[in-house]
């Protein structure tokens, strides 16, 4: 379960050694792609424009809309315009002194395995490659050219959302760094989409440059993997479905910050306190952040995933041999579920490179003890998890030569805005607030921001614990210790919860035994035939793990009742949220302690969760949703709401 | 650009004219013969070229005549022995350098061939007495000799030759039998429904598909039935261009009876100094000319094929019918599981007054494969039109013969020269089409023109006659050279498909790096040489033909993992858009995919005929179903 990863290597140390302005101007000659076909920026856009696919697309939409078909390039050719990149090398020779000043500033150290970017040269030569960093702040994307541009690799484009491009100059100096810009949603916008596709496509085949997105999608608020999208990873696959290029590298990148800039940002954001939109003087403000300490970043370049081999046996390619390849096709049945499967392997992999610091151990076990804990308990409970965790095969940095009760006074100093500490006694609190007199639900909201702030933390290592922690679950609910039981209601939790973790949809059963063997290895379980029995020491790591999922069990039982007690008749999408943010309020002073059912990510979750379990229906898109609840219809979930 | 390219090869081939005297200007009637073996010219016509006993002039174990083999000699140089091809008896220098330069082989590393046939390693013929009994009363020619059972046991699928040339010899037929006419087969169809024995039909033997291997599931005695006796053209009809003639005739013979008399037939497949009518009739061959003249679908007038439920033909010789699904295509590419072909009436055509080779080199392959879609496109395709890709082009190369003067060798260089300078063009991505152009003088030169300004539009410079004619050279010597590479652990062997134009690049690059991945991950030590051409050029696509070899010392099972490979590039080909097959066939190597390949109601259609027309499986070879 162990594997073997590669050590790090600290970017910040060179540069604090040499000159900024040296390292910005110095040659740069990056490794190319054997099979790269020369072109400029502007080339490309020409080359997408007369591609046999967006011709057809233009004639197609033109004869369906009666617009001319001039008409419609031109649209086609201001979406090309909009969205395009122009990346240039002064710009990114610019950001690489801004940042290089900015980054010792902000980190102690960015860590890169060095490793994965051998593996990277070797496959940038190879065949196209494809970069997927996970999403954690909006630092990511920087990161990733700066450090491509500090190991002469080629410098990726990058999809990023059109949000940027409001920020006037930001945006137009990310575009010059190698952003291309896409529309949020543009549903049914043929043109669009065919643009956007052939784009991409266009700079994949030619080997104009790594393509970087974000299977995410956008930045997870919660430090938890997003549900990844399947949309990008189509285009960028279908050139080798189509036999157009030989194979496909996607090189999954794993990005994580001990602390995390947007850290309250995001808390905010999900107890509905609006975003700021993005603006260029909105980002001088946040020049605050420049003067704290955010820890160390890491930054992991996994092994390069060859979508040949994934493909290999899930995709008869000649399913595109009878249509010409210019004419655009929706993926298949087999096509979808594949792009599906493929998705959640890659973030499973981002999850699994993503390291790990002791204070999200320690956030773990803070949350789960509201009232706080005594130092040195602290201390040996951290300890204690630190080696389940690294059982489990966590990818834990944890100082070599230190004390447990140094590293975890060290954390503490880190993140001391999240906590109160007193005689020895830590606790999670509220501490830069002015001592004013407030509202109680100002108070509540208040508490809920470090509540959530210190949950991102503990999301980054869920997944660590997430089988064993659902098997425990089902043991608990479970009215035997028969297998199959046990199975049924892992099963049940699995399904509950797969909007809220990366779960790949059809590992039930693998999921299930890697937690029976986890467990079973560490002693907490004897897994016989027909029966799962729990060891005589197990009972506290099984406890530990069940209330690890506790806050979101309490949570969705919090939109349960409040679907089964407040609403009538319907209810709209857009009053859901605040709906059940008011009501998880109410509860929340009426003694109970859920603060995390004020997330407008768990609320979305479970609603999602509910509609794909049938539990609830959508009536009409956008509008209104029909509850057929009524305990009776959702039998199953009975056993565990009623256990709370 | 384009005139001035064209202008200075003008002067290039005035220069050329100076140099070098050009005799085959003159008698300009010279057939494609010059590439492949010449016939003793003393030899009488009529007289049979394929005699009964074929090991007396044709290898046991590796391709074609005995007296014709490649070696290297004592100084290492490569050479060609025996008298009957052009390069017979020539030293080729950069051959050696070629040979151990790509496959990593070394002259000292000999794997040299047992060197004859161990009869005893020949299982006893499992013999049905009656059969042979009746077959001896109906007067007809039979043998069960071990050389003569061994000899059509095979075709020339690598690992067949392989295997023979370890001495291995698996499952053989048992008897193998004569027949000299139409009425012989007829009788000897009878026999095998009549006692029940396995009939598989032999016409050159050029298999390489493993039509030929006996099915190990085969319980009964197993009769070759050897067409090559059947080898008579029975009439010439002058007045349709159609002739008559018996099916087990090969290739060569039949164009050089036909030239005899004026005609040709224009068909001329790769193999076809030893592949039979017969065999082209049940494989869709498919000739180089084929622009011309057709493939043999399109040059077969009227069939007859003797099966277990009797003789089918066609009432008539008009020219087409509407009479429902054409019967001819149930016997086309049959692969011999329905009957044996025995007479044809085929079109005939005058040899045309005047011949010419040509040749043109583009920058990389990418042009050159714009350029044959160009001719396809406005339907000017020479008789023949082949595109080499870079390596192949090496190849060829390598293949030149020890030039005799100097003036040649001197021109050689300028040529060089003014390609890679003065032209710019990359020697490691230039590519080169052959071609052949054929009819009346005056169109002939006519249509070269048009030919070679179409090239210049995609960067196409021509470069003479010579490299053309090596090109095609190559061919017909090719399986020759493999024989030589197994002397020296190398492997390798060839096979094709065909492919909408759109595809061709993406399928060739594709295939061609797939045999290389391949190679590697079965721990094949050097890159394996993998290689392409466009061979053919249709209207909607054209055909690709791949040659694949490799250095296997060290390995302990080459042969597996040449099949594995082949596999695996078939499969690629699958996914990119390719056909199972161009002209090859599928024999029993590529049954697997028919399903697939035809869906499952083509498959049960042609199943279903061969129910109606073979109940007892008396054509049990195996192949296609």
């Given at each position: 379960m162990l594997k073997k990863r590669d050590d790090f290597e600290d970017i910040l140390e060179e540069r604090r050694r040499s000159s900024d302005l040296r390292y910005a101007l110095r040659c740069y000659t990056p490794t190319l792609y054997r099979g790269l076909v020369p072109c400029k920026a502007s080339m490309l856009k020409s080359i997408v424009l007369q591609s046999d696919h967006l011709q057809y697309v233009i004639k197609q939409v033109s004869s369906e809309s009666g617009e001319s078909t001039e008409g419609v390039s031109e649209e086609a050719s201001l979406i090309l315009d909009e969205m395009a990149h122009c990346l240039q090398l002064s710009t990114i020779r610019f950001f690489a002194f801004t940042l290089s000043k900015a980054f010792k500033r902000l980190f102690r150290s960015v860590c890169v395995n060095e490793e994965g970017i051998q593996r990277l040269q070797q496959a940038v030569q190879e065949h196209p490659v494809v970069l997927l960093p996970s999403h954690r702040s909006y630092m990511d994307f920087l990161m990733m050219s700066y450090l491509l541009y500090t190991y002469d690799l080629p410098l990726p484009v990058i999809a990023a959302g059109m949000d940027f491009m409001s920020m006037k100059f930001v945006g137009e100096m990310l575009r010059m760094s190698g952003a291309f810009f896409i529309r949020r949603s543009f549903g049914g916008d043929k043109l669009y989409w065919a643009v956007f596709s052939e784009y991409v496509k266009t700079m994949l085949r030619n080997g104009y440059a790594p393509i970087e997105f974000f299977l995410e999608g956008t930045r997870s608020r919660t430090c938890k993997s997003l549900t990844p999208k399947t949309g990008l990873l189509n285009i960028v696959m279908e050139p080798f479905f189509k036999g157009e290029l030989f194979d496909v590298n996607l090189v999954p990148v794993s990005i994580s910050y001990e602390r995390i800039l947007e850290e309250s940002l995001y808390a905010r954001e999900l107890l509905g306190i609006p975003k700021p939109k993005e603006s260029t003087s909105g980002l001088l403000k946040a020049r605050r952040v420049l003067s704290e300490d955010y820890g160390s970043m890491y930054v992991y370049f996994g092994h390069p995933v060859s979508v040949r081999s994934l493909a290999e046996g899930k995709i008869n390619r000649s399913q595109y041999n009878l249509l010409p390849r210019y004419i655009p096709q929706k993926p298949s049945a087999d096509t979808h579920e594949f792009l599906s499967d493929a998705a959640f392997r890659l973030v499973r992999i981002q999850e699994e490179n993503m390291v790990l610091k002791p204070w999200v151990l320690i956030a773990t076990l803070l949350l789960q003890n509201p009232d706080g804990l005594d130092l040195s308990s602290l201390a040996e409970q951290t300890d204690w998890l630190r080696h389940l965790a690294l059982a489990f095969g966590a990818f834990l940095d944890w100082p070599d030569h230190e004390a447990c009760s140094e590293v975890v006074s060290c954390s503490l100093a880190l993140h001391r805005h999240l906590l109160s500490v007193s005689a020895g006694h830590v606790q999670l609190s509220v501490t830069d607030v002015p001592q004013v007199e407030t509202t109680p639900e100002e108070a509540v909201f208040h508490q809920a921001v470090v509540v959530l702030s210190c949950a991102s933390y503990r999301n980054q290592i869920l997944h660590v614990f997430l089988r064993p922690a659902l098997l425990a679950m089902a043991m608990q609910s479970a009215n035997s210790n028969r297998k199959d039981d046990v199975y049924n209601g892992f099963n049940f939790l699995r399904k509950v919860f797969s909007n809220e973790f990366i779960l790949c949809p059809g590992d039930s059963v693998q999921d299930f035994e890697e937690a029976c063997y986890l467990l079973m290895k560490r002693g907490v379980l004897q897994v016989l035939e027909h029966e799962i029995v729990m060891s005589a020491s197990g009972h506290s790591t099984l406890a530990f793990l069940s209330s690890v999922l506790d806050p979101f069990l309490q949570g969705y039982q919090v939109v349960c009742r409040y679907l089964c007690e407040e609403t009538n008749e319907n209810l709209t999408e857009k009053e859901f949220i605040p709906a059940v943010r008011s009501f998880a309020l109410k509860l929340i002073l009426a003694g109970n302690t859920c603060y995390e059912a004020l997330s407008s990510d768990l609320q979305k979750n479970a609603l999602a969760a509910f509609l794909r379990l049938k539990a609830v229906r959508k009536l009409c898109l956008f509008t209104f949703l029909f509850l057929c609840h009524t305990g009776g219809k959702i039998p199953t979930q009975k056993p565990i709401l009623a256990r709370l | 650009m384009a005139s001035n390219s064209s202008s200075a090869q003008q002067r290039l081939r005035i220069i050329a004219g100076h140099l070098q005297k050009r005799p085959e200007e003159e008698n300009a009637s010279v057939a494609a013969q010059e590439c492949k073996a010449e016939a003793p010219r003393s030899e009488p016509s009529s007289a049979t070229p394929v005699p009964r006993r074929r090991q007396e002039i044709m290898k046991w174990n590796g391709w074609g005549y005995s007296d014709s083999r490649f070696l290297f000699n004592k100084k290492g140089q490569a050479e060609f022995t025996g008298k009957r091809y052009r390069l017979s008896g020539l030293i080729l220098p950069s051959l050696k350098d070629w040979f151990e330069g790509t496959f990593g082989a070394n002259l000292q590393h000999r794997s040299p061939a047992t060197p004859s046939l161990n009869l005893s390693a020949v299982a006893p013929p499992h013999l049905n007495q009656p059969f042979v009994e009746d077959l001896k009363a109906a007067g007809l020619s039979v043998s069960h000799d071990p050389e003569d059972r061994v000899f059509r046991a095979h075709g020339h699928c690598l690992h067949e030759v392989f295997a023979l040339r370890e001495g291995r010899i698996g499952r053989v037929p048992d008897v193998v039998v004569w027949p000299s006419c139409h009425n012989d087969v007829e009788k000897i169809v009878e026999l095998a429904c009549k006692h029940n024995v396995c009939l598989i039909p032999y016409g050159g033997g050029t298999s390489v598909s493993s039509a030929l291997e006996c099915p190990r599931e085969e319980t009964r005695s197993i009769v070759s039935l050897d067409t090559s006796q059947m080898n008579r053209i029975l009439w010439i009809d002058e007045k349709n261009l159609t002739a008559h003639v018996e099916a087990g005739i090969i290739g060569q013979d039949l164009e050089r009876q036909l030239n005899e008399r004026g005609y040709c037939t224009g068909h001329e497949p790769d193999s076809m100094e030893f592949s039979s009518l017969g065999g082209w009739v049940a494989t869709r061959a498919s000739g180089m000319k084929k622009n011309i003249y057709g493939n043999i679908e399109d040059l077969v007038v009227h069939i007859k094929m003797v099966t277990p439920r009797g003789v089918i033909e066609k009432s008539c010789l008009g020219p087409r019918m509407s009479t429902g699904p054409d019967i001819h295509h149930f016997i086309l590419g049959s692969e011999g599981t329905l009957g044996v072909v025995t007479e044809v009436t085929l079109k005939i055509r005058p040899v045309p007054e005047y011949q010419k080779y040509g040749s043109v080199v583009f920058p990389n392959f990418q042009q050159g494969v714009a350029c044959l879609r160009e001719v396809a496109r406005q339907r000017c395709a020479p008789a023949s039109i082949r595109l080499m890709d870079n390596e192949q082009f090496q190849f060829g190369h390598a293949l030149k013969p020890q030039v005799s003067s100097i003036f040649t060798s001197f021109l050689d260089g300028l040529k060089k020269f003014y390609i890679t300078k003065f032209k710019g063009f990359d020697p490691h991505h230039l590519c080169v089409a052959t071609l052949l152009?054929?009819?009346?003088?005056?169109?002939?030169?006519?249509?070269?023109?048009?030919?070679?300004?179409?090239?210049?539009?995609?960067?196409?410079?021509?470069?003479?006659?010579?490299?053309?004619?090596?090109?095609?050279?190559?061919?017909?010597?090719?399986?020759?050279?493999?024989?030589?590479?197994?002397?020296?652990?190398?492997?390798?062997?060839?096979?094709?498909?065909?492919?909408?134009?759109?595809?061709?690049?993406?399928?060739?690059?594709?295939?061609?790096?797939?045999?290389?991945?391949?190679?590697?991950?079965?721990?094949?030590?050097?890159?394996?040489?993998?290689?392409?051409?466009?061979?053919?050029?249709?209207?909607?696509?054209?055909?690709?033909?791949?040659?694949?070899?490799?250095n296997y010392r060290g390995l302990s099972d080459p042969v597996h993992i040449y099949e594995q490979v082949e596999h695996a590039a078939r499969e690629e080909i699958l996914a990119n858009g390719g056909s199972l097959s161009h002209h090859h066939g599928v024999g029993k190597l590529r049954k697997e995919w028919m399903k697939a390949s035809v869906s499952g109601v083509g498959l049960g259609m042609l199943k279903s005929v061969k129910e109606y027309v073979d109940p007892q499986n008396i054509f049990g070879n195996g192949n296609l179903l």
């Amino acid at each position: 379960m162990l594997k073997k990863r590669d050590d790090f290597e600290d970017i910040l140390e060179e540069r604090r050694r040499s000159s900024d302005l040296r390292y910005a101007l110095r040659c740069y000659t990056p490794t190319l792609y054997r099979g790269l076909v020369p072109c400029k920026a502007s080339m490309l856009k020409s080359i997408v424009l007369q591609s046999d696919h967006l011709q057809y697309v233009i004639k197609q939409v033109s004869s369906e809309s009666g617009e001319s078909t001039e008409g419609v390039s031109e649209e086609a050719s201001l979406i090309l315009d909009e969205m395009a990149h122009c990346l240039q090398l002064s710009t990114i020779r610019f950001f690489a002194f801004t940042l290089s000043k900015a980054f010792k500033r902000l980190f102690r150290s960015v860590c890169v395995n060095e490793e994965g970017i051998q593996r990277l040269q070797q496959a940038v030569q190879e065949h196209p490659v494809v970069l997927l960093p996970s999403h954690r702040s909006y630092m990511d994307f920087l990161m990733m050219s700066y450090l491509l541009y500090t190991y002469d690799l080629p410098l990726p484009v990058i999809a990023a959302g059109m949000d940027f491009m409001s920020m006037k100059f930001v945006g137009e100096m990310l575009r010059m760094s190698g952003a291309f810009f896409i529309r949020r949603s543009f549903g049914g916008d043929k043109l669009y989409w065919a643009v956007f596709s052939e784009y991409v496509k266009t700079m994949l085949r030619n080997g104009y440059a790594p393509i970087e997105f974000f299977l995410e999608g956008t930045r997870s608020r919660t430090c938890k993997s997003l549900t990844p999208k399947t949309g990008l990873l189509n285009i960028v696959m279908e050139p080798f479905f189509k036999g157009e290029l030989f194979d496909v590298n996607l090189v999954p990148v794993s990005i994580s910050y001990e602390r995390i800039l947007e850290e309250s940002l995001y808390a905010r954001e999900l107890l509905g306190i609006p975003k700021p939109k993005e603006s260029t003087s909105g980002l001088l403000k946040a020049r605050r952040v420049l003067s704290e300490d955010y820890g160390s970043m890491y930054v992991y370049f996994g092994h390069p995933v060859s979508v040949r081999s994934l493909a290999e046996g899930k995709i008869n390619r000649s399913q595109y041999n009878l249509l010409p390849r210019y004419i655009p096709q929706k993926p298949s049945a087999d096509t979808h579920e594949f792009l599906s499967d493929a998705a959640f392997r890659l973030v499973r992999i981002q999850e699994e490179n993503m390291v790990l610091k002791p204070w999200v151990l320690i956030a773990t076990l803070l949350l789960q003890n509201p009232d706080g804990l005594d130092l040195s308990s602290l201390a040996e409970q951290t300890d204690w998890l630190r080696h389940l965790a690294l059982a489990f095969g966590a990818f834990l940095d944890w100082p070599d030569h230190e004390a447990c009760s140094e590293v975890v006074s060290c954390s503490l100093a880190l993140h001391r805005h999240l906590l109160s500490v007193s005689a020895g006694h830590v606790q999670l609190s509220v501490t830069d607030v002015p001592q004013v007199e407030t509202t109680p639900e100002e108070a509540v909201f208040h508490q809920a921001v470090v509540v959530l702030s210190c949950a991102s933390y503990r999301n980054q290592i869920l997944h660590v614990f997430l089988r064993p922690a659902l098997l425990a679950m089902a043991m608990q609910s479970a009215n035997s210790n028969r297998k199959d039981d046990v199975y049924n209601g892992f099963n049940f939790l699995r399904k509950v919860f797969s909007n809220e973790f990366i779960l790949c949809p059809g590992d039930s059963v693998q999921d299930f035994e890697e937690a029976c063997y986890l467990l079973m290895k560490r002693g907490v379980l004897q897994v016989l035939e027909h029966e799962i029995v729990m060891s005589a020491s197990g009972h506290s790591t099984l406890a530990f793990l069940s209330s690890v999922l506790d806050p979101f069990l309490q949570g969705y039982q919090v939109v349960c009742r409040y679907l089964c007690e407040e609403t009538n008749e319907n209810l709209t999408e857009k009053e859901f949220i605040p709906a059940v943010r008011s009501f998880a309020l109410k509860l929340i002073l009426a003694g109970n302690t859920c603060y995390e059912a004020l997330s407008s990510d768990l609320q979305k979750n479970a609603l999602a969760a509910f509609l794909r379990l049938k539990a609830v229906r959508k009536l009409c898109l956008f509008t209104f949703l029909f509850l057929c609840h009524t305990g009776g219809k959702i039998p199953t979930q009975k056993p565990i709401l009623a256990r709370l | 650009m384009a005139s001035n390219s064209s202008s200075a090869q003008q002067r290039l081939r005035i220069i050329a004219g100076h140099l070098q005297k050009r005799p085959e200007e003159e008698n300009a009637s010279v057939a494609a013969q010059e590439c492949k073996a010449e016939a003793p010219r003393s030899e009488p016509s009529s007289a049979t070229p394929v005699p009964r006993r074929r090991q007396e002039i044709m290898k046991w174990n590796g391709w074609g005549y005995s007296d014709s083999r490649f070696l290297f000699n004592k100084k290492g140089q490569a050479e060609f022995t025996g008298k009957r091809y052009r390069l017979s008896g020539l030293i080729l220098p950069s051959l050696k350098d070629w040979f151990e330069g790509t496959f990593g082989a070394n002259l000292q590393h000999r794997s040299p061939a047992t060197p004859s046939l161990n009869l005893s390693a020949v299982a006893p013929p499992h013999l049905n007495q009656p059969f042979v009994e009746d077959l001896k009363a109906a007067g007809l020619s039979v043998s069960h000799d071990p050389e003569d059972r061994v000899f059509r046991a095979h075709g020339h699928c690598l690992h067949e030759v392989f295997a023979l040339r370890e001495g291995r010899i698996g499952r053989v037929p048992d008897v193998v039998v004569w027949p000299s006419c139409h009425n012989d087969v007829e009788k000897i169809v009878e026999l095998a429904c009549k006692h029940n024995v396995c009939l598989i039909p032999y016409g050159g033997g050029t298999s390489v598909s493993s039509a030929l291997e006996c099915p190990r599931e085969e319980t009964r005695s197993i009769v070759s039935l050897d067409t090559s006796q059947m080898n008579r053209i029975l009439w010439i009809d002058e007045k349709n261009l159609t002739a008559h003639v018996e099916a087990g005739i090969i290739g060569q013979d039949l164009e050089r009876q036909l030239n005899e008399r004026g005609y040709c037939t224009g068909h001329e497949p790769d193999s076809m100094e030893f592949s039979s009518l017969g065999g082209w009739v049940a494989t869709r061959a498919s000739g180089m000319k084929k622009n011309i003249y057709g493939n043999i679908e399109d040059l077969v007038v009227h069939i007859k094929m003797v099966t277990p439920r009797g003789v089918i033909e066609k009432s008539c010789l008009g020219p087409r019918m509407s009479t429902g699904p054409d019967i001819h295509h149930f016997i086309l590419g049959s692969e011999g599981t329905l009957g044996v072909v025995t007479e044809v009436t085929l079109k005939i055509r005058p040899v045309p007054e005047y011949q010419k080779y040509g040749s043109v080199v583009f920058p990389n392959f990418q042009q050159g494969v714009a350029c044959l879609r160009e001719v396809a496109r406005q339907r000017c395709a020479p008789a023949s039109i082949r595109l080499m890709d870079n390596e192949q082009f090496q190849f060829g190369h390598a293949l030149k013969p020890q030039v005799s003067s100097i003036f040649t060798s001197f021109l050689d260089g300028l040529k060089k020269f003014y390609i890679t300078k003065f032209k710019g063009f990359d020697p490691h991505h230039l590519c080169v089409a052959t071609l052949l152009f054929e009819g009346d003088r005056g169109k002939v030169l006519q249509h070269e023109k048009q030919v070679y300004d179409i090239a210049a539009k995609f960067g196409g410079l021509a470069a003479g006659e010579d490299n053309g004619q090596r090109g095609y050279m190559l061919t017909f010597v090719i399986a020759y050279l493999r024989d030589l590479g197994m002397d020296y652990y190398v492997i390798g062997e060839s096979f094709e498909t065909s492919v909408p134009w759109d595809r061709v690049l993406d399928l060739c690059r594709n295939v061609k790096e797939r045999i290389v991945r391949e190679c590697k991950e079965r721990g094949v030590q050097f890159p394996p040489l993998s290689t392409c051409r466009v061979t053919q050029t249709y209207d909607a696509g054209a055909c690709v033909y791949f040659y694949f070899a490799f250095n296997y010392r060290g390995l302990s099972d080459p042969v597996h993992i040449y099949e594995q490979v082949e596999h695996a590039a078939r499969e690629e080909i699958l996914a990119n858009g390719g056909s199972l097959s161009h002209h090859h066939g599928v024999g029993k190597l590529r049954k697997e995919w028919m399903k697939a390949s035809v869906s499952g109601v083509g498959l049960g259609m042609l199943k279903s005929v061969k129910e109606y027309v073979d109940p007892q499986n008396i054509f049990g070879n195996g192949n296609l179903l």
